[in-house]
């Protein structure tokens, strides 16, 4: 009988990471959680006891530490944005502390070989350089990208105007799939605890649907109305800009996902993408509806 593998899980505080965590803990794997604020509750973990470890992926001298201290040999990473060395250092403190394997979260953005993405397109190459530097470091045998679509968690954005009765949107017809986090999770903790010989796994969510529908629909669950204006582009991005969202990542978002919707549907590998939760997971996606079920007291906080 194999041997449960220990698993350090980065980002365990947000929705993917802790997510991966609970999978790969119900798989039966090892798991330790890597936060920076180990006083901090993680709510979606709060019936399970898993050890914290302290740790940030932007200082490789706590990632080494973390891994020397758990003897993890499998983790879960996420790219972090504002550096340009694809998170070398910490990628090497990884692999110095005898890390064999790592499942990164990076981008469905990402299409085609990493090391030909243009530093134009902003989101996309930062995870590609995250990739290109796992394969350096690690070989491609030995990481797994994880390439999700449009979150549903994306629609915070818009909680404010949701709350007021007043969303505004440069292009309400834009289409996304609405992929659920948790679902990401799943996938992410199921290959954690069991690999997997895929290199590349692209996942999107359970259906196509606008941005306006979306709204209609978080608008029947809470029990309110809501208006839908259609703005220009340069209002939309001050916007984001007001509700802190990075200039270059504020720029990216409207040129490309709210006026270019819909290219994840045209995507090399879309079709692959769509069966990869149930593959994975057994389990059919989280559509969008249920989603915001779940996560309704978000919209009132």
Same mark, same amino acid.
């Given at each position: 009988?194999?041997?449960?593998?220990?698993?350090?899980? *980065?980002?365990?505080?947000?929705?993917?990471?802790?997510?991966?965590?609970?999978?790969?803990?119900?798989?039966?794997?090892?798991?330790?959680?890597?936060?920076?604020?180990?006083?901090?509750?993680?709510?979606?973990?709060?019936?399970?006891?898993?050890?914290?470890?302290?740790?940030?992926?932007?200082?490789?001298?706590?990632?080494?530490?973390?891994?020397?201290?758990?003897?993890?040999?499998?983790?879960?990473?996420?790219?972090? *944005? !504002?550096?340009?060395?694809?998170? +070398?250092?910490?990628?090497?403190?990884?692999?110095?502390?005898?890390?064999?394997?790592?499942? /990164?979260?990076?981008?469905?953005?990402?299409?085609?070989?990493?090391?030909?993405?243009?530093?134009?397109?902003?989101?996309?190459?930062?995870?590609?350089?995250?990739?290109?530097?796992?394969?350096?470091?690690?070989?491609?045998?030995?990481?797994?990208?994880? +390439?999700?679509?449009? *979150?549903?968690?994306?629609?915070?954005?818009?909680?404010? !105007?949701?709350?007021?009765?007043?969303?505004?949107?440069?292009?309400?017809?834009?289409?996304?799939?609405?992929?659920?986090?948790?679902?990401?999770?799943?996938?992410?903790?199921?290959?954690?605890?069991?690999?997997?010989?895929?290199?590349?796994?692209?996942?999107? !969510?359970?259906?196509?649907?606008? /941005?306006?529908?979306?709204?209609?629909?978080?608008? !029947?669950?809470?029990?309110?109305?809501?208006?839908?204006?259609?703005?220009?582009?340069?209002?939309?991005?001050?916007?984001?800009?007001?509700?802190?969202?990075?200039?270059?990542?504020?720029?990216?978002?409207?040129?490309?996902?709210?006026?270019?919707?819909?290219?994840?549907?045209?995507?090399?590998?879309?079709?692959?993408?769509?069966?990869?939760?149930?593959?994975?997971?057994?389990?059919?996606?989280?559509?969008?509806?249920?989603?915001?079920?779940?996560?309704?007291?978000? *919209?009132?906080?």
């Amino acid at each position: 009988m194999a041997t449960a593998p220990r698993v350090l899980v *980065f980002g365990a505080a947000g929705d993917v990471g802790s997510a991966a965590a609970l999978q790969a803990h119900q798989e039966s794997a090892k798991v330790f959680l890597a936060v920076r604020n180990i006083a901090k509750p993680i709510p979606n973990l709060d019936n399970i006891s898993l050890e914290k470890i302290q740790a940030d992926l932007t200082k490789p001298e706590t990632v080494k530490a973390a891994v020397n201290e758990t003897g993890a040999k499998v983790v879960f990473i996420y790219a972090v *944005f !504002g550096t340009d060395d694809g998170m +070398r250092p910490s990628l090497l403190a990884l692999k110095e502390a005898g890390v064999e394997s790592v499942v /990164l979260l990076s981008s469905f953005t990402v299409e085609g070989n990493p090391r030909e993405v243009s530093p134009t397109d902003f989101i996309a190459w930062h995870h590609a350089q995250v990739e290109i530097a796992l394969e350096d470091i690690f070989g491609v045998e030995n990481f797994t990208a994880i +390439r999700p679509a449009y *979150f549903a968690s994306n629609i915070f954005q818009h909680k404010r !105007g949701i709350r007021k009765g007043l969303v505004e949107l440069p292009n309400p017809e834009a289409q996304f799939d609405w992929i659920s986090p948790s679902d990401i999770g799943r996938v992410c903790g199921t290959i954690l605890a069991h690999g997997t010989a895929q290199h590349i796994v692209g996942l999107v !969510g359970a259906e196509k649907m606008a /941005l306006k529908d979306a709204v209609a629909v978080i608008s !029947g669950s809470l029990g309110t109305q809501v208006e839908i204006h259609k703005i220009g582009a340069d209002q939309a991005l001050q916007n984001l800009l007001r509700i802190g969202t990075p200039p270059p990542v504020a720029s990216w978002m409207i040129h490309n996902v709210m006026q270019n919707a819909g290219a994840s549907f045209r995507a090399t590998g879309f079709e692959e993408a769509v069966g990869n939760i149930q593959k994975y997971t057994g389990k059919h996606p989280v559509k969008f509806q249920h989603w915001v079920e779940e996560n309704k007291k978000k *919209f009132q906080e």
